[in-house]
């Protein structure tokens, strides 16, 4: 009897202990805004040992990790990552959206009932109130307060939702006045070494410099020439070519926007990253923390030069200085054996349309204004002239209902006559009416409209766009389809207990935070719909 007790005893300490040795003492997650999977293996060659080859190399890399929903964008993909679900039930079905109720657009993180802490701009006023579900940083939280989540990104909606509703601090950049700032939401001052930080004025100092290649320009094989049809250019400069002369385009715009077109937008993310490192003494105890990171600037960069541009092969090179300067800091203030690092993206992006068409491949550019006013018309020629739809909207129309109820047409036979219309605009390849999405059964493309779409929030009639489509200008790219350049994305572990290896799983951003649960031994997030990638558990 005894020596089974005794037994017993020790297998409950053995699974403590086991239990205990697994969990970090801190959790990073970051987020590479915009960052095509492909991206890891085109700027391979030309990245350091300590950057991204040391989190693959020395890591687990998921090299078939998809968005499982649509519209591709940073708010609902930063909500996916730490909510573990989707839009259908995070409600974060866009940035901003069309809002049913006030009939005005609404951007994802916006509170008005929040004052800025840090500026007297009004770029502080925002919380997750409109995030409907907890994230694995909340989860954390509540079953511990003691732990300390912290988030940062140049952009709101980038720090704001991983922190999710009860960060110890959540900061991003403030355009009107160069500091990093916070919302009321969240903590009632700035603490001391964001202010410290802010005072350096580091943002400023690479603004006054020049934005030169990291290497010989010829090193950027991989990059279309220098000057191209396919770039725009940063505000204030007629050309995208090397060198760009921050400090005359700072000083004539006084633009501080400037920097998130440039790799030291995360460059200063990072730095920021390792004061909060040290100063907040995240990982020192025995309270897991969370140091929530995005880097923004990648995004700006796409978006401006698109993936084909010596400026976009530079940010990534110079990013992966950024990662190995933090992996480094982690090193140093945390111990290697304490940590663990996610990194994965909000969303992918896809080639410059105009080059791919160049090179024979189907894609075109979608006139959203002109769609929006033909078919309001054409809703006019069958019912009689009237404002019929209220907004288009993340490929979705809100239909005026009230107005349909007044004149007493069925709301969901108007649906079908939209549907039914939207399907001869070119560059349509479908369209959904919210009954089809409620109740419809299929594969892609339908199955990611439907866990993008809030039966509350969403629209009446929803469009995919052909492959290669966007609505966007002519030159640099965007993102936010159901097509895989938007939706596969990279997914490296690093750290305490992972093991190095490599899967080709098929797996959905909601995976994560299960993952990380699992790993931190809390709930789930309370809405989440994925499973934990068990090749980075065992
Ligand atoms: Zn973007």
Request: proline share 4%; net charge negative; glycine share 8%.
């Amino acid at each position: 009897m005894y020596r089974i007790k005794a037994i017993m005893i020790g297998l409950v300490m053995m699974v403590s202990i086991d239990s205990m040795a697994q969990k970090p003492k801190l959790v990073v997650g970051i987020v590479v805004d915009q960052m095509r999977y492909d991206y890891l293996n085109q700027y391979w060659d030309n990245f350091g040992e300590d950057g991204f080859k040391r989190l693959v190399n020395d890591g687990y890399n998921c090299k078939n990790m998809h968005y499982n929903y649509v519209p591709t964008y940073t708010g609902p993909g930063h909500a996916a990552i730490y909510t573990g679900t989707t839009p259908s039930t995070n409600g974060i079905i866009s940035n901003n959206w069309f809002d049913k109720e006030s009939g005005t657009l609404i951007y994802c993180v916006d509170d008005s009932s929040q004052t800025t802490i840090g500026s007297t701009s009004i770029n502080g006023k925002k919380s997750s109130h409109l995030n409907l579900t907890t994230t694995f940083t909340d989860e954390l939280k509540l079953t511990n307060m003691e732990s300390k989540v912290i988030s940062i990104a140049l952009k709101d909606r980038g720090a704001v939702l991983p922190g999710g509703h009860m960060p110890n601090g959540s900061y991003w950049f403030d355009d009107a006045t160069g500091k990093w700032i916070s919302s009321s939401a969240f903590v009632s001052k700035l603490p001391s070494w964001v202010i410290k930080y802010n005072e350096s004025e580091k943002a400023k100092e690479y603004l006054s410099g020049q934005w030169t290649t990291l290497l010989d320009i010829e090193k950027y094989t991989f990059s279309e020439p220098d000057i191209s049809n396919y770039e725009g250019v940063l505000l204030g400069e007629q050309k995208a070519v090397f060198p760009h002369d921050l400090n005359s385009l700072f000083s004539t715009t006084q633009n501080w926007n400037l920097i998130r077109n440039t790799p030291f937008g995360n460059t200063i993310t990072m730095e920021l990253a390792k004061e909060a490192l040290k100063a907040e003494l995240l990982g020192k105890d025995n309270n897991t923390d969370i140091l929530a990171v995005s880097f923004s600037a990648t995004d700006y960069v796409g978006h401006t030069f698109g993936p084909q541009a010596v400026e976009h092969q530079d940010t990534y090179l110079r990013l992966d200085q950024d990662i190995a300067s933090l992996l480094t800091e982690l090193d140093n203030q945390v111990g290697e054996d304490n940590y663990v690092v996610f990194l994965t993206a909000d969303h992918g992006a896809v080639r410059v349309p105009n080059l791919l068409l160049d090179n024979n491949i189907p894609a075109g550019y979608f006139n959203g204004i002109a769609v929006l006013n033909n078919t309001n018309n054409y809703l006019s020629a069958l019912h009689g002239g009237g404002n019929w739809i209220k907004a288009f909207n993340n490929y979705q129309f809100f239909l005026n209902t009230e107005l349909l109820l007044e004149k007493g047409i069925d709301i969901e036979s108007v649906e079908r006559e939209l549907g039914r219309y939207a399907m001869t605009i070119k560059g349509v390849s479908n369209a959904y009416t919210s009954n089809d999405l409620i109740t419809g059964k299929g594969g892609k493309p339908m199955s990611l409209i439907q866990l993008g779409y809030n039966q509350k929030r969403s629209g009446n009639v929803a469009i995919v766009l052909e492959p290669g489509w966007i609505y966007y200008g002519p030159t640099g790219t965007t993102h936010g389809s159901a097509y895989t350049y938007d939706t596969h994305v990279p997914m490296l572990w690093y750290g305490a207990g992972i093991k190095k290896g490599s899967t080709t799983r098929e797996m959905y951003i909601t995976d994560i935070a299960s993952t990380v649960s699992i790993m931190l031994d809390i709930s789930f997030p309370n809405g989440n719909i994925g499973k934990p990638i068990s090749e980075v558990l065992d």
